[in-house]
């Protein structure tokens, strides 16, 4: 939960940002890095996400926390 508000507040942040770069343009490198553990494995597949897509973002991010979230879990699950 706390991965998936600070990400949804970092691409918020980012959108409303009226920084459009002087002599570089980085656009959709805030929704890659932090969608990276899902984006990235498909972009070495091969499939490269709509990043500038609302609706991907977020199935993005929610796949992000999903696997987060599981990760986690199965790590505390060794200290019980």
């Known amino acids: ?3 998936l508000l600070s990400a949804l507040a970092v ?3 980012d959108a409303r940002a009226a920084s459009g770069g002087n002599w570089i343009t980085l656009k ?5 890095l ?6 990235a494995p ?10 500038s897509n609302r609706f991907n973002v977020a199935l993005l ?11 986690t879990e199965r ?6």
């Open 61 to 71: 991010l929610t796949l992000c926390a999903g696997l987060i979230y599981w990760v």
């Open 1 to 3: 939960m706390l991965y």
């Open 42 to 51: 498909l972009a070495m597949l091969g499939y490269e996400p709509d990043l």
């Open 34 to 39: 932090v969608t990276f553990p899902v984006s």
């Open 11 to 13: 691409i918020v942040y």
């Open 75 to 80: 790590i505390a699950s060794l200290f019980r």
């Open 28 to 32: 959709n490198m805030v929704p890659f």
